[in-house]
């Protein structure tokens, strides 16, 4: 059960790795989405066939989480993505569910908080 | 235009000056005709009586019964010299003459013709007076220098009637024949008149006592006339040599009309060499039949001065006239005219923005109460745009306030909010081990309260800076007011407050945010909640109203006002800022309002505050009622 989490921020990407190994997930961090897309790309990845999810940021420079999102989604639909902001703009959000977000979840968040969301995503897609 | 009026008065004017001073002339010439005539007839009465006088005589009597011509010849002669007489004479009864003045006794001769006038008197037994014609012959006898001086020539004039003959040799006299009865036995008839050809007598005396020798320009305006038949026998007309005009005619015009149709004749006429205004009539002689003519005539050069000089005086008036009401004109428009067309002016810089125009000095009369009335009107003008423009500068610097503290907040709530989730992680990871002591737990559980308390902050710093788009539906005002109170009631009941609403009735619809404008109601309802002791009020009521800051715009108005403690004076200005708070740390960020009336402004509305310390504060909502679409 790998998740990739994607922050240009690197207390954030600390934060998660913490909360989510606690729970038994593996956990890769990528600081861009030109990183992360990378990551997917490489096929030699040991972790890419057990990718279950992406974590990713939405205020990030150069390409931004909805960039990566709506990449990622493309190429592969069924991955299920849960994007985090510390700006929550009811604009933002709608946008961001729209382009196929299957959760968002504000910054900052309780180790409880991201957990309920990430499970219940999971759960929802049946893995 | 006042030319065009006054123009048209000097063409009518002068046209009627010209009438009336022709009628005039004329009226006044029938007036001198008459006099005229009078004085040709008191001639002949003069004549007569004198030879009535005579024949009463009773020397002149005896001396007539025996034919004693030596004291009757002298005796004629003085009669004629008293009276001027051309001739004088006596007839005997057996229609002889018995002898004249001037001839010596005893040179009449039998065969002689008589005089006509004694003739008739001989004949008719009475006396006879008049006009009378004289043949050359009898004039030859009664005297040969009256034969020659009726001798006239006559001179070719135009427009005469056409004659033959080249001249005149009988004469025209006045006369008069008076029979001498004794005891109705006539013994005969005693005669005497003047002859009138180349008379001055009668014409001057005409002019001298009708005319007054009134001259002009150095000849005599009025002039008198003797005509026998058409020619000029006795005259004061003046040929342009300085003659008297005899032997010249009358036209044929008047010949026509006065001697043969027997009128008078009254026009201007041209005579001689110069135009007069004239009056003709007819003589009659002794036996009736139209002989010759009386003329009087004045110059119409006098009544062409006296035409030109009233026309001139008359021009003279108009213009003053024309001149006084250019100036009343003037003064008019300088008083009325000129003080309308500054305010015309000032009401066109007014339009164009400069609201302190010179509207000048104030006007004495009714428009100087219009321009006072209008520079009042413009001082409330300046005073209003004064006061809009200090309300619009304060509104943009609270909107510029608030948008520069949106950007802030959003800036600072993304980059603490990292690392907040960082804090939140470590201090939660840390509280899940089993291995800490209580004390350590309770210190991380402050650090993960406080830092609840800085998620809430940032939070209400987002929500500030959150510029939101306004999802209006159509709202019943009254009923959300109803729904927002239920929310809060609770909380006011645990804190002894109550409510009181007082709705308006038939209040109108309007689309509002529903969730946004609740908010806005919530948070003063709050605010007035926390502001007030236990057993205090909150009174809620709407209504319409007026607006006056928004050029009387008609709106429903909330009203809000608690019990509670208050707002200081020095704390209302700034009550709507970001940040502003009087709230305990912790408990308010200070944006609710701040974030309320931005809400409400989006709207288009306003809120309002009037509060004592002690007594309680107000707030009213106001929005604006929308523009019905047509």
Same mark, same amino acid.
């Given at each position: 059960m790998n998740i990739l989490v994607v922050d240009d921020d690197q207390i954030v990407l600390e934060s998660c790795k913490r909360i989510l190994e606690s729970e038994g997930f593996s956990v890769t961090l990528s600081p861009s989405a030109k990183d992360a897309l990378k990551k997917l790309d490489t096929s030699e990845d040991p972790n890419r066939e057990n990718l279950k999810l992406l974590l990713v940021d939405v205020k990030m420079p150069e390409y931004d989480g909805l960039y990566l999102m709506t990449k990622v989604l493309k190429k592969w639909p069924d991955l299920p993505i849960v994007v985090m902001s510390g700006y929550p703009t009811q604009d933002t959000i709608s946008d961001v569910v729209k382009k196929g977000a299957a959760y968002f979840i504000a910054k900052p968040f309780t180790p409880d908080e991201l957990l309920r969301a990430v499970n219940?995503?999971?759960?929802?897609?049946?893995? | 235009m006042s030319l065009l009026v006054g123009g048209l008065s000097l063409v009518v004017g002068g046209q009627l000056i010209y009438r009336a001073v022709l009628n005039e002339a004329v009226s006044r010439i029938r007036l001198d005709l008459n006099a005229a005539r009078e004085i040709y007839l008191n001639r002949e009465k003069h004549i007569n009586v004198a030879l009535n006088v005579t024949k009463l005589d009773e020397d002149f009597k005896s001396a007539l019964i025996n034919l004693d011509v030596n004291f009757l010849i002298p005796r004629l002669e003085d009669v004629a010299h008293e009276i001027d007489l051309d001739f004088a004479g006596i007839i005997t009864r057996s229609g002889m003459t018995l002898c004249r003045m001037g001839s010596l006794p005893g040179s009449v001769k039998k065969n002689e013709l008589i005089n006509p006038i004694a003739h008739l008197a001989l004949k008719l037994r009475t006396m006879v007076s008049g006009t009378v014609v004289i043949e050359q012959d009898i004039l030859l006898a009664e005297n040969p220098e009256l034969a020659e001086r009726a001798r006239i020539q006559l001179l070719p004039t135009p427009r005469a009637a056409p004659r033959t003959e080249k001249e005149e040799t009988s004469g025209m006299a006045i006369a008069s024949a008076v029979p001498i009865f004794e005891d109705n036995r006539l013994l005969g008839v005693l005669y005497g008149g003047i002859l009138l050809s180349r008379s001055k007598e009668i014409v001057d005396r005409v002019r001298e006592t009708v005319f007054q020798r009134e001259i002009y320009r150095g000849r005599s305006i009025g002039t008198a006339t003797i005509f026998f038949k058409d020619l000029r026998i006795s005259t004061n007309v003046f040929t342009p040599e300085g003659q008297r005009a005899i032997g010249t005619r009358v036209s044929e015009e008047v010949k026509d009309k006065v001697l043969d149709e027997g009128e008078r004749w009254t026009d201007r006429a041209f005579v001689v060499n110069d135009w007069y205004i004239t009056a003709y009539e007819p003589i009659e002689d002794i036996l009736g039949r139209r002989v010759g003519m009386l003329y009087v005539g004045v110059l119409e050069a006098k009544y062409v001065d006296i035409r030109r000089h009233a026309l001139s005086v008359f021009f003279l008036i108009t213009a003053a006239g024309l001149i006084t009401a250019a100036f009343l004109g003037y003064i008019l428009g300088y008083r009325i005219l000129k003080p309308i067309h500054q305010l015309i002016s000032v009401s066109n810089k007014v339009s164009q923005g400069d609201l302190s125009p010179e509207i000048g000095p104030i006007s004495k009369s009714e428009i100087g109460v219009l321009q006072k009335t209008f520079g009042e009107m413009l001082s409330s003008l300046r005073e209003r745009d004064r006061r809009q423009k200090a309300e619009s500068e304060n509104r943009l610097l609270q909107s510029e306030k608030q948008a520069s503290v949106g950007r802030l907040a959003a800036g600072v709530a993304h980059e603490i909010n990292n690392p907040l989730t960082g804090v939140l992680t470590f201090t939660h990871m840390l509280l899940r081990r089993k291995? &800490?002591?209580? !004390?350590?737990?309770?210190d991380l559980e402050t650090i993960a309260h406080s830092t609840e308390r800085v998620r809430k902050i940032v939070k209400g710093l987002l929500d500030f800076s959150r510029q939101t788009k306004i999802e209006a539906e159509l709202t019943d005002v009254n009923k959300l007011i109803q729904e927002t109170i239920a929310l809060v009631e609770n909380q006011a009941l645990v804190r002894g407050v109550l409510f009181c609403f007082d709705p308006a009735e038939g209040l109108p619809l309007r689309t509002l945010?529903?969730?946004?404008?609740?908010?806005?109601?919530?948070?003063?309802?709050?605010?007035?909640?926390?502001?007030?002791?236990?057993?205090?009020h909150i009174n809620l009521s709407t209504g319409l109203s007026v607006w006056t800051n928004h050029v009387s715009k008609k709106g429903i108005e909330i009203v809000v006002s608690d019990t509670?403690?208050? &707002?200081?004076? !020095?704390?209302?200005?700034?009550?709507f800022d970001p940040f502003f708070s009087t709230k305990e740390v912790g408990r308010g960020?200070?944006?609710?309002?701040?974030?309320?009336?931005?809400i409400v402004e989006r709207h288009g509305g306003t809120i309002r505050v009037q509060s004592k310390v002690g007594r309680g504060s107000t707030f009213i909502i106001w929005l604006p009622l929308e523009e019905k679409a047509e």
């Open positions: 219940r995503v999971i759960k929802k897609e049946g893995l | 291995d &800490i002591d209580e !004390e350590m737990r309770s945010d529903r969730s946004q404008f609740q908010s806005v109601l919530m948070n003063i309802i709050i605010n007035a909640i926390d502001a007030t002791e236990a057993g205090g509670g403690c208050g &707002i200081p004076p !020095e704390n209302l200005d700034d009550l960020t200070g944006l609710g309002l701040s974030v309320s009336l931005g």
